[in-house]
């Protein structure tokens, strides 16, 4: 069953996850153009969006609301508040899908007290949504139904995979997977300037990290092991990788890994505050 067919899919903010968004709906064909509505307070990002995406933008955000059966906030979390507070005002009966990190669904159902039981998904993607791999964790508000869930799960399903969880873990997916992409550029990064700065041209050391990390990531995903498995099985004994992952050890990496997750954790639960 197609819990999009026939519905109008409104997107408040145009920029590169509201953009990612609205291309998967079209390129898997879950929705037409013609069922896409965007607004932006950014004129540029509007023509950009209709010229790219043939989609209609509007010069007003409520008029994007009121033409949508489904509204997805696609905005910055220190926006989200005055975009909540202009909709709150008009908005009756729609679902409304925010992907701001660390802006929790009570929050957003709070600022939408106007509009009785609004129903309100929540939903944390990853960047990797702009070329259609990313991974989408998705929960529930309290009004919300699971035909509104199979929906938003539709809409995510279109730029990656998708996995619903309690919302109690969306701070812990906030910094893993969310900030997650951050992390892997920040290791790849540090491996091509080794590797430039001990003789080797950029092109071809950004050619063998890049393609490293991908093999990396569907061996581990196609086989199924354990990354520490599959870690072991290339770590000889008294080899080179072996020196490599002694560093590692004693420089405590494990340990930063764990300590910068636990800040990022901490930062999208100090969001949902502010």
């Known amino acids: 069953m197609r819990y999009l067919a026939g519905k109008k899919i409104g997107v408040i903010g145009l920029g590169n996850m509201g953009g990612a968004i609205i291309n998967g709906l079209i390129s898997s064909g879950a929705v037409k153009r013609a069922g896409i509505i965007g607004f932006d307070d950014d004129t540029a990002k509007r023509v950009v969006a ?15 609301v009121a033409h949508s059966d489904i509204v997805i906030f696609a905005v910055k979390p220190q926006n989200i508040g005055e975009v909540l507070r202009e909709v709150s005002f008009y908005g009756k009966g729609r679902l409304y899908i925010s992907i701001a990190a660390g802006i929790n669904t009570r929050r957003i159902e709070d600022a939408l007290a106007r509009i009785r039981r609004p129903r309100v998904i929540r939903v944390m993607p990853n960047t990797p949504a702009l070329i259609g791999e990313g991974i989408s964790a998705i929960c529930k508000g ?22 619903n969880l309690n919302e109690r873990y969306f701070d812990l ?31 071809t050391a ?9 093999g990396a990531a569907q061996l581990l995903i196609e086989t199924g092991h354990e990354p520490g498995i599959l870690r072991q099985r290339v770590t000889s004994k008294g080899g080179t990788t072996e020196q490599a992952i002694k560093v590692f050890d004693r420089a405590g990496v494990k340990k930063i890994v764990k300590k910068a997750v636990t800040a990022a954790v901490r930062r999208s639960k100090e969001l949902s505050e502010e």
């Open 50 to 64: 209709v010229k790219k995406y043939g989609i209609l933008a509007t010069r007003s955000m409520l008029e994007t």
């Open 142 to 163: 309290r009004y919300a139904a699971a035909r509104d869930m199979k929906a938003a799960d539709e809409i995510f399903s279109s730029v990656g995979e998708t996995v």
């Open 173 to 203: 997916v906030t910094a893993v997977s969310g900030s997650g992409p951050a992390y892997f550029f920040y290791l790849k990064e540090a491996l091509i300037e080794t590797a430039v700065s001990l003789g080797m041209d950029r092109a």
């Open 206 to 214: 950004k050619k063998l990290v890049s393609k490293t990390a991908l």
